[in-house]
């Protein structure tokens, strides 16, 4: 089968973002076997596979998880089971690999296939775990704390989804970006004007948010931080930015009860009921099939255009590069 295959292994003690100037650093197309299928596990037929921030983490060694030299990248897709359980032959899937994504075919434990509902387009079923569900818990962790929350990152896909759960849930959302762009939240606060610690000032007095949800973790995160009231949170979740921010009011956590923390999707895939899980899957299915919720796409690439064109596709604005596997 066509794959792209990892060229680093291990970790790298780099912490660079999640932007390359030529994916042939980290990566190779080639032709490998088929993987193997062992008991308990489904063989997809992969369709389209995302190109997740995570995933470019991943390739230079600055995520979570370790690199292997020569295993196939990408964490995420959508395909159709060919070898499995009888129930799941033949079905359209999402799944997580362990990486294994940006490829013809994959691997995965059976038992984490997520079954697709017809009316969710493939391109909606590409990224149909990570970022939805981190969406909905991190939402629900903003709706426990208080009346309104504070969305970094706001152009990214997980952003966009956040702001449309807050309208749901009449979570109050106070966006800020780095460029000016009406997404329909309830604040938009840009991190490159001349005023926007001035209009953060004003818009935090009023709105009181005791969350901000971070995946940029900038200077300007924590700015925000400071102006959040008594017993504010700071979850970061990403690392956009390769600034490393310094932190000017450390009394705050003292006395104002402020906590910094991290949120992390695995964590909470072990943290988190069976049942908990399954509503949670209905529930994103839910909001892609009624069109509450929606992937915008700024680039295609095939698995044989990755090597040459990743590096230019994941700077487009504006949506996610996704992989057509066919
Ligand atoms: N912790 C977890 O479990 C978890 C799970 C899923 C995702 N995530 C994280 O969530 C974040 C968003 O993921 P996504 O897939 O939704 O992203 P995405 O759709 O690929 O969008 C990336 C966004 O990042 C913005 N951006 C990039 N560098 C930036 C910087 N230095 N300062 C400010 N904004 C910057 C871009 O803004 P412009 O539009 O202005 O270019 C773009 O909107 C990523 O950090 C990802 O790693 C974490």
Redesign the pocket.
Known sequence: MQAILQTGDGYAPTST??LIDNAADWLEFATVPLPDVGEGQALIHIRRAAV???DI?FIKGEYGQPRLHGQVAGFEGCGDVVVGPKSLIGQRVAFVAGPGAWAEYVTVDAATCIPLHPAISDNDATGQI??PL?ARAMMGMAADAGDAVII??A?????KLMIAMGRDMGVKTIAV???EVDLGADVMLN?QSPDFIANAKAALSVLKPRMMLD??C?QASETLFTLMPNRARWVS??????DAPHLTQMGQLIFLGKRIEG????Q?FRDTSPADKMAAITDVQTRFADGRWTTDVAAELRLDQVVDGLATA?RK????TIIVVR
């Open positions: 973002g999640p997740n921030p995570s983490h990570v970022n981190t970094t990152a152009t990214s896909q997980l952003g970006v780095r460029r991190t995946a940029v900038e979740y990403g690392k956009l930015s390769n949120f992390w999707l695995t909470w994941i604005p504006d949506g996610k």
